[in-house]
């Protein structure tokens, strides 16, 4: 089992910056990916940014060119740094990990992280 705890939502203005951080725990060693989705009110939700095992990166390309996401292995952790926010990045962000075996994909998530942007 895989544990995802998200931090660094918040309220922010148009413009501005945030920084989303999910802490893994577990059964890490397997994992091929992780990342961040989001979801809008009465929207699916959606890829925003992943990361492989192998250090490759994912974007939506809403988000192409103001968001960058990184991991630091030894803290077992992936961040999502998000900056020149828009009114259309509200949402809740959810940290999801992957792990692919013979059998399928497996997700993990976390419980979310609320991000607002408004004047």
């Known amino acids: 089992q895989v544990q995802l705890v998200e931090s660094g939502g918040g309220l922010v203005q148009p413009g501005g910056s945030l920084r989303l951080s999910c802490a893994a725990s577990?059964?890490?060693?397997?994992?091929?990916?992780m990342g961040w989705y989001r979801q809008a009110p009465g929207k699916q939700r959606e890829l925003v940014a992943s990361?492989?095992?192998?250090?490759?990166?994912n974007y939506a390309d809403s988000v192409k060119g103001r968001f960058t996401i990184s991991r630091d292995n030894a803290k077992n952790t992936v961040y999502l740094q998000m900056n020149s926010l828009k009114f259309e990045d509200t949402a809740v962000y959810y940290c999801?990990?992957?792990?692919?075996?013979?059998?399928?994909?497996?997700?993990?998530w976390g419980q979310g992280t609320q991000v607002t942007v408004s004047s």
């Open positions: 999801n990990a992957k792990r692919i075996s013979g059998i399928g994909v497996r997700d993990f």
């Open positions: 990361i492989a095992s192998g250090g490759s990166t």
């Open positions: 577990g059964s890490i060693f397997s994992l091929n990916s």
